[in-house]
């Protein structure tokens, strides 16, 4: 059974760096092929693809926050990590974490969300 | 990027009636690599449709996806009380994995 659970801090404020760590199990981050994305959705509105990293360390960013995104994995503990740095209002969001497959593939499985809210 | 576009922005209709949603792409989605995704409050998006026709394994045959290129639909056959939720489109045929601004499924 595939599941992915994110954890990370609810509220950050202005200026600090947000990490969130995304937790797997069913499935190997060192299996050939295997990925997982970060997509986020601000409080009433759409989901924003964000980045994703694969098991042969193959990255990608969104382009409007490549110079603020780092996503990395620890193979060893099943995470992956984002890390997202000067953190602003418009951060807000839920974020989610999606397992993903090389050679195109759609977000089957998700984790629930974290909200995470950025306020002095 | 390909920016995806859906249309209508919100849809009423009553239980029973079809549902017609359009997505459009800025540019020819590879392989047709167009999924569809129904998210209602408080949950995670749901996969229903993959490779632009495909149906994800449990999912009622009432859903049904089709197009190719630039222009994608979800029809949706006799609407249950369950399918009143927003829906998004994405393509994954190369980076960066766009969604679609949404279209709200509402009871009419």
């Known amino acids: 059974q595939v599941t992915l659970k994110e954890s990370g801090p609810v509220l950050v404020k202005p200026t600090e760096t947000l990490t969130l760590t995304c937790t797997v199990s069913g499935f190997s981050l060192s299996n050939a092929k295997m990925g997982v994305s970060w997509i986020r959705q601000p409080p009433g509105k759409a989901l924003e693809w964000l980045g994703y990293i694969f098991s042969d360390d193959e990255r990608s960013y969104s382009a409007s926050l490549k110079s603020r995104l780092t996503i990395s994995k620890d193979t060893s503990k099943s995470q992956v990590v984002l890390t997202l740095t000067n953190m602003d209002p418009v951060d807000t969001a839920t974020y989610y974490c999606?397992?993903?497959?090389?050679?195109?593939?759609?977000?089957?499985?998700w984790g629930q969300g974290t909200l995470v809210t950025v306020s002095s | 990027d390909i920016v995806l576009t859906q249309s209508p922005g919100t849809l009423s209709l009553s239980p029973g009636e079809r549902a017609t949603l359009s997505c459009r792409a800025s540019q020819s989605v590879s392989s047709d690599y167009l999924a569809w995704y129904q998210q209602k409050p408080g949950q995670a998006p749901r996969l229903l449709i993959y490779?632009?026709?495909s149906r994800v394994t449990g999912i009622p045959d009432r859903f049904s996806g089709s197009g190719s290129g630039t222009d994608f639909t979800l029809t949706i056959g006799r609407l249950e009380p369950e399918d009143f939720a927003v829906y998004y489109c994405?393509?994954?045929?190369?980076?960066?994995?766009?969604f679609g601004q949404g279209t709200k499924l509402e009871i009419k």
């Open positions: 490779r632009a026709s």
């Open positions: 994405q393509q994954y045929g190369g980076s960066p994995y766009t």
């Open positions: 999606a397992r993903i497959r090389d050679g195109g593939s759609p977000f089957q499985y």
